[in-house]
Structures are given as C-alpha cells and as structure tokens.
C-alpha cells in the first residue's frame, strides 16, 4: 500500500479506512473535497484505489492478520494500527458486500427443480428408438416472481450440463473480485 496515506493526520486515518469500507459495503465512498488539502487529485485516485484494493484482497483471499499485517509493514504504526483496527473490526461486512457483489451477477435463482427419466421408443422418422431423455422442471425466481423452465436433454446434452455445473462449482468468488 502507498504511502500516501501516511500524509493524513493520524486522526483522521481511521475515519477515511472506515469510508472506504463503507464504499466497498455500498454506502457513500470518501469525497475528495474533505482531503482534496491532503492529496492531490492524482494521489487521491491511487490512495483510495489501493485502499479498497487491499480491503477487498484480505478478505477475499481470507488471509492472517499476520499476512495482512506483512502487507503493510512499509506504514508508520500509527497507520498500521489503524488499518489492522479497521480490518479486523469489518472483516464480517467486507465478505458480505462481496459475496452479495457476486450474487448480484445474477438476479436469477433457482428455487426448485423436478426432474424425470423417459424412454422414447420411437419417433416419426424412427420407429424404433429407444433413447433415454430426461425431462428438467426448474423453478427459477428472478425478480421476485417464479418462472417454470421445462428442458428436454438427451445423454450428450445431460453430461454437457453436468460437466458446465462442475466448471461453475469450481470458480470461486475470489476469481470473480
């Protein structure tokens, strides 16, 4: 982290950490006309920027406070003391806003889901078929109301969905930040 942050009076150190937290969660960020006699616009950009970017990286990758710590090791102490007080004091709602971020990516979600085997025996071009499908009943909401989705999947379509909700499944919200 810059060392910018080191040109604000050690009082008012927290209370900026604490903006820029609350910027991270959705409230109002810091304005730069309150600290436009601390840093120049250019610097402003850069101390709010890796402000949020450490916030955000502590608590996404979930690391130590001894790691975190390590991070910062460059600041005075009066920094550090203040940036440790407001990490650890924030932790909860800094991982609530991202997660909610990563959530928001879709406003849909799914509710409920039905599924069932059959076997069709033939069809007009084909009078003896025998391929399994499977019949996929999802209940999605989005928006607050409840939108039925129906699929038909044959084996191959089956496995390429198996196989896209495992990729899914794997992707964590850290890749997503």
């Known amino acids: ?13 927290l209370e900026f950490l604490h903006q820029i937290v609350d910027g991270i969660c ?14 120049s616009l250019s610097e402003w950009m850069e101390v709010v920027e890796e402000t949020m970017t450490y916030f955000k990286s502590a608590v996404g990758k979930n690391i130590c406070d001894e ?3 390590q991070q910062i090791i460059e600041l005075n102490s009066d920094c550090q003391e203040a940036i440790t007080k407001c990490l650890k004091g924030r932790k909860e709602e800094i991982r609530n806003a991202l997660v909610e971020r990563v959530n928001a990516i879709s406003s849909a979600q799914l ?12 069809s007009d071009k084909i009078s003896m078929l025998q391929m399994p ?4 009943d999802l209940d999605v909401r989005e928006n607050g109301e409840i939108k039925p989705i129906s699929i038909e999947m044959n084996k191959e379509e089956l496995q390429n969905l198996i196989n896209a909700l495992e990729a899914a499944n794997k992707v964590t919200f850290i890749d997503l930040m």
Do not use: C, H, I, T
């Open 1 to 13: 982290m810059a060392r910018l942050l080191e040109k604000l009076p050690p009082g008012r150190v």
């Open 26 to 39: 959705g409230r109002a960020y810091p304005r730069y006309q309150d600290y436009g006699n601390v840093w």
């Open 67 to 69: 790691e975190a710590a």
């Open 111 to 122: 509710q409920d889901f039905d599924w069932q085997l059959k076997l069709a025996l033939s």
């Open 133 to 136: 499908l499977l019949n996929l």
